[in-house]
């Protein structure tokens, strides 16, 4: 079964950038759907971005258009968000997520993946 591992958070101040990586364990990760998810304190998970197995269709919830950018390197076995003019809305912790998919319709609940990573925290602060 594929794990999935985050790392690239952190403290950044408004109007700042960070990229976020998300590695997997196996080369099947190229046959998966992708996310990011994030959550804030006392709030439920919430979809950010979502990418097809083969990168050629990206979906984002409409906060984050226009600033972040989901990619993904299957050579590489690597997810990625790009992060940037980031606002202290945007601080929660962000995971991401696979589901095995060679579709090209990309999900946007919870509940349409079923492999996650353990999460990195982005804090937006002055």
């Known amino acids: 079964q594929v794990q999935l591992v985050e790392s690239g958070g952190g403290l950044v101040r408004p109007g700042g950038s960070l990229r976020l990586s998300c590695a997997a364990s196996?080369?099947?990760?190229?046959?998966?759907?992708l996310a990011w998810f994030r959550q804030a304190p006392g709030a439920g998970r919430e979809f950010v971005a979502g990418?097809?197995?083969?990168?050629?269709?990206?979906v984002y919830t409409d906060s984050v258009k226009g600033r972040l950018t989901i990619t993904r390197d299957n050579a590489k076995n690597t997810l990625y968000l790009q992060m940037n003019d980031l606002n202290p809305e945007d601080t929660a912790g962000y995971y991401c997520?696979?589901?095995?998919?060679?579709?090209?319709?990309?999900?946007?609940?919870?509940?349409?993946?079923?492999?996650w990573g353990q999460g990195t925290q982005v804090t937006v602060s002055s």
């Open positions: 997520a696979a589901t095995f998919s060679r579709a090209h319709w990309v999900g946007e609940t919870v509940n349409g993946y079923g492999l």
């Open positions: 196996e080369s099947t990760f190229r046959n998966y759907a």
């Open positions: 990418i097809s197995w083969s990168g050629s269709n990206t």
